[in-house]
């Protein structure tokens, strides 16, 4: 062995790292997370059930507002998804691009980020989309939403922790960054074609699709956000105070929970997050109440969306761009594309 050769790594670190692969131990520290997050959300509901309860109670008529604005917000979602995966791929029509987006969100309440993505590329194959392009769509909207996520949030956070005039600097930072956004997304893409094995088979995404999708994002959070609000302010919260703590809260604690891969969606870890924000606006009790019917609202979204574009997209005649390869160097798509009808 030469005496340049990169030495084995230490044998407890070589044991930890296999220890952490067993299945095992993925399920004890998933289950670990959520009864943590369920033991904080419990304890406050159970400090006073009485109004806990009632709050649920008062609830009833706002959900389908709430679910209403959540829809909205979902469907913005997926439009701003689609922009760069049709600047990859080909074009898709807006209907299954919701219905191909609320494929992944049904399948990230199952625990692991991968299995959103099988089943988006499965259904994906109905309209030849490849792997390739697929998960390069993945990749520059988990980008684009984290960013957009942040740069909403962060100013509700640092408001409470240091004021108004540090918030405002701080959205002032925002604004500049998602400016500065597309074009380094567009960069990245660019560097990243330059790789011998990915020249041929990527395209470059202009700056002006990905400004789209920065845009669209950013209403997205916002209008998604307004659900929270609806809930909040049926518990009797001020309607002008609770608006920046809601939707600037929702969007980094949603941005923060998704980064706990562990959590099938960050369930349990989002909520906790909603409750300490909201804990400014209403009682402990109703503020966990607000949180835990915010998730059987989106839920709720997730389902109606993925159905609503299922049945849909089986009406619809495929336009004349839509399942044709805009590209003929692109690979083959991920499965053999099937007769189902697209949109």
């Given at each position: 062995m030469s005496a340049t050769a990169?030495?084995?790594?230490?044998?407890?670190?070589?044991?930890?790292?296999?220890?952490?692969?067993?299945?095992?131990?993925?399920?004890?520290?998933?289950?670990?997370?959520?009864?943590?997050?369920?033991?904080?959300?419990?304890?406050?509901?159970?400090?006073?059930?009485?109004?806990?309860?009632?709050?649920?109670?008062?609830?009833?008529?706002?959900?389908?507002?709430?679910?209403?604005?959540?829809?909205?917000?979902?469907?913005?979602?997926?439009?701003?998804?689609?922009?760069?995966?049709?600047?990859l791929s080909r074009p898709?029509?807006?209907?299954?691009?919701?219905?191909?987006?609320?494929?992944?969100?049904?399948?990230?309440?199952?625990?692991?980020?991968?299995?959103?993505?099988?089943?988006?590329?499965?259904?994906?194959?109905?309209?030849?989309?490849?792997?390739?392009?697929?998960?390069?769509?993945f990749g520059l909207y988990a980008a684009v939403s984290l960013a957009t996520g942040a740069a909403l949030g962060l100013p509700t956070l640092l408001r409470y922790v240091h004021g108004g005039w540090t918030a405002l600097g701080a959205a002032a930072l925002a604004a500049v960054a998602l400016l500065v956004l597309p074009w380094a997304l567009a960069v990245a893409v660019r560097l990243v074609r330059r790789l011998p094995a990915l020249a041929r088979r990527l395209v470059e995404v202009p700056q002006d699709v990905l400004s789209r999708a920065v845009w669209l994002c950013s209403v997205s959070w916002v209008v998604t956000g307004l659900h929270l609000w609806l809930l909040v302010v049926a518990l009797g919260a001020d309607p002008v105070a609770a608006l920046l703590p809601c939707v600037g809260g929702f969007a980094l604690a949603t941005s923060?929970?998704?980064?706990?891969?562990?959590?099938?969606?960050?369930?349990?870890?989002?909520?906790?997050?909603?409750?300490?924000?909201?804990?400014?606006?209403?009682?402990?009790?109703?503020?966990?109440?607000?949180?835990?019917?915010?998730?059987?609202?989106?839920?709720?979204?997730?389902v109606v969306a993925f159905a609503c574009g299922s049945v849909t997209a089986r009406r619809r005649t495929p336009g004349p761009d839509e399942g044709r390869p805009h590209d003929p160097r692109e690979e083959a798509p991920c499965s053999p594309p099937p007769t189902a009808t697209r949109s």
């Amino acid at each position: 062995m030469s005496a340049t050769a990169t030495p084995a790594p230490p044998l407890w670190r070589a044991r930890a790292l296999a220890l952490l692969r067993r299945t095992w131990v993925r399920r004890a520290t998933t289950a670990l997370v959520v009864l943590m997050c369920a033991g904080f959300l419990g304890r406050s509901l159970a400090a006073d059930r009485e109004a806990a309860g009632a709050a649920l109670g008062r609830l009833g008529p706002w959900l389908l507002p709430a679910l209403l604005a959540a829809l909205v917000g979902l469907w913005l979602t997926a439009l701003s998804w689609r922009e760069p995966l049709q600047a990859l791929s080909r074009p898709l029509g807006r209907l299954f691009a919701v219905k191909l987006f609320a494929a992944g969100s049904l399948g990230k309440y199952v625990p692991g980020v991968m299995w959103s993505i099988v089943l988006q590329t499965r259904l994906a194959a109905s309209s030849g989309i490849t792997v390739l392009h697929f998960t390069a769509t993945f990749g520059l909207y988990a980008a684009v939403s984290l960013a957009t996520g942040a740069a909403l949030g962060l100013p509700t956070l640092l408001r409470y922790v240091h004021g108004g005039w540090t918030a405002l600097g701080a959205a002032a930072l925002a604004a500049v960054a998602l400016l500065v956004l597309p074009w380094a997304l567009a960069v990245a893409v660019r560097l990243v074609r330059r790789l011998p094995a990915l020249a041929r088979r990527l395209v470059e995404v202009p700056q002006d699709v990905l400004s789209r999708a920065v845009w669209l994002c950013s209403v997205s959070w916002v209008v998604t956000g307004l659900h929270l609000w609806l809930l909040v302010v049926a518990l009797g919260a001020d309607p002008v105070a609770a608006l920046l703590p809601c939707v600037g809260g929702f969007a980094l604690a949603t941005s923060v929970a998704s980064l706990v891969v562990v959590v099938p969606d960050g369930i349990g870890v989002r909520e906790a997050l909603l409750a300490v924000s909201l804990a400014t606006l209403l009682p402990p009790a109703e503020a966990v109440a607000a949180a835990a019917a915010s998730r059987l609202v989106l839920a709720a979204a997730d389902v109606v969306a993925f159905a609503c574009g299922s049945v849909t997209a089986r009406r619809r005649t495929p336009g004349p761009d839509e399942g044709r390869p805009h590209d003929p160097r692109e690979e083959a798509p991920c499965s053999p594309p099937p007769t189902a009808t697209r949109s």
